[in-house]
Nanobody, 127 residues
């Protein structure tokens, strides 16, 4: 049984930072790419960032590029999302997900390529 548990969300002022964590179990974590997505009220789920199985390749959504950084620690089965220069429009529920394909070299930005999802953690950025 694959399980993903996010943590680190909260309330922060615009311009501030947060670091999200996603702890994974139930699959050989180090063999799979991981992604972060977010969903704001009344909006579709949006791609935020992804990292391949080695950590050597990453991808970012256009609205977060240059402000967010994804990383992973395979020894801890954990993926992180460092979020800097936060804006009110970053307010959303952030969820991590694990790729359905093993050893993908370039991480996918497509929701359909991820088959297990965490419950999400709320991030609220006040202006």
């Amino acid at each position: 049984q694959v399980r993903l548990v996010e943590s680190g969300g909260g309330l922060v002022q615009a311009g501030g930072s947060l670091r999200l964590s996603c702890a994974a179990s139930g699959r050989t974590f180090s063999n799979y790419a991981m992604g972060w997505f977010r969903q704001a009220p009344d909006k579709e789920r949006e791609f935020v960032a992804a990292i391949n199985w080695t950590g050597g390749n990453t991808a970012y959504g256009g609205s977060v590029k240059g402000r967010f950084t994804i990383s992973r620690d395979n020894a801890k089965n954990t993926v992180y999302l460092q979020m800097n220069s936060l804006k009110p429009e970053d307010t959303a529920v952030y969820s991590c997900a694990v790729d359905r394909t093993v050893w993908r070299v370039f991480p996918s930005t497509a929701r359909a390529d991820y088959d297990y999802w965490g419950q999400g953690t709320q991030v609220t950025v006040s202006s």
